[in-house]
């Protein structure tokens, strides 16, 4: 069970380092990595690799993600959510319905954004969170991300609070989307909240919070079938979360060349479903149990009709 992914529900004043830590230190595994970062104050789908899945991480690295956002108008903070400093105040009570839903139907498709100057990217080596503490002036460029969809689920007019769902690439930033949107509006916004609901194959309804994935550990370690049960089935197998990666089948007389990085002729494995990613698929020995392939070996491409390996699980 030291091999897979746990889908966890990460506590807001976490981070997900922490996350890592305690997971390490509960079920007692050294090689332990997580998957797109959150802030402390954000909760939700952090989905977090242990053993041998740590060297999978590479290929969430395109997922979509969703997350469920609050923001109130009329705050504008240096690190661009509620926790930070506030840096200026205005009114709001001007800003109508109509140009709350223009502004965010706007922000969808291919966006230029400017990621937070509070933010873990590297200038010239260092972090830019540590710059700005030290007072830096510096810039980030823009760069471009992908809103896929931006849909308000609540406006309170009076509170200045507005609620809403975004699915987005990797690399956009919520807090960058309400600054940019309060800036339309002309009244600037800080984010409030922030739940991430999906990331790629992760959904937050199959999500385990810590306390159930420590209780599962304490009970597996008291013994006993049905203890052991509870914690595997939280551990998922790493070739399952790679949905949108091709399948491979491989002859059994290639599989140790496979195994030792060899490539393979065309006669000497079967597509089996096509690749939605970068040209990227799974590779599997042919016995199956239960109707599913079971002996997951790695990752591949096609090249000149060569199966060559990119990465060796086992």
């Known amino acids: 069970m ?3 992914i746990i889908n966890v529900n990460k506590p ?7 996350v890592c830590s305690k997971l390490r230190h509960v079920l007692h595994i050294k090689k332990i990595g997580h998957t797109g970062t959150l802030d402390p104050m954000a909760t939700g789908v ?17 997922d979509t993600k969703s997350y469920h956002a609050s923001m109130k108008l009329g705050v504008v903070t240096d690190t661009l959510d509620i926790t930070g400093k506030v840096l200026e105040t205005s009114g709001y009570s001007d800003v109508a319905e109509k140009a709350v839903t223009e502004a965010f139907t706007a922000y969808t498709g291919h966006v230029l954004q400017i990621p937070p100057k509070y933010s873990a990217l590297k200038i010239n080596g260092k972090r830019a969170y540590d710059l700005a503490r030290e007072g830096k002036d510096f810039q980030i460029k823009p760069r471009e991300i992908t809103v896929y969809e931006n849909r308000i689920t609540r406006f309170d007019p009076e509170r200045g609070e507005i609620e809403f769902d975004i699915t987005c690439s990797k690399g956009t930033y919520i807090r ?8 339309t509006l002309g009244c600037g916004a ?16 199959d999500a385990h919070t810590i306390e159930e994935i420590i209780d599962a550990a304490e009970q597996n370690s008291a ?20 949905e949108k990666l091709g399948k491979i089948l491989l002859n059994d007389n290639r599989i140790t060349a496979f195994l030792n990085g060899n490539s ?11 690749s939605l990613f970068d040209g990227l698929y799974r590779v599997y020995a042919r016995n199956t149990v239960n109707g ?20 060796v699980i086992r």
């Open 176 to 183: 960058t989307v309400c600054d940019d949107i309060g800036r």
């Open 264 to 274: 393979s002729w065309g006669n000497g494995f079967r597509i089996t479903e096509r």
């Open 292 to 311: 599913r392939d079971t002996s997951f070996l790695g990752v591949a491409v096609i090249e000149n009709g060569s199966l060559v390996p990119r990465k």
């Open 12 to 18: 807001a004043g976490w981070t997900s380092q922490d």
């Open 190 to 205: 800080v984010m409030t909240a922030l739940t991430r609901t999906a990331s790629g194959y992760f959904r937050i309804e």
């Open 223 to 242: 013994g006993g079938e049905s203890s052991e049960e509870s914690l595997r089935k939280m551990i998922i197998p790493a070739d399952v979360t790679l």
């Open 46 to 62: 952090l989905p977090v690799c242990m053993g041998n899945a740590t060297r999978i991480i590479e290929y969430y690295d395109k």
């Open 2 to 4: 030291t091999d897979g």
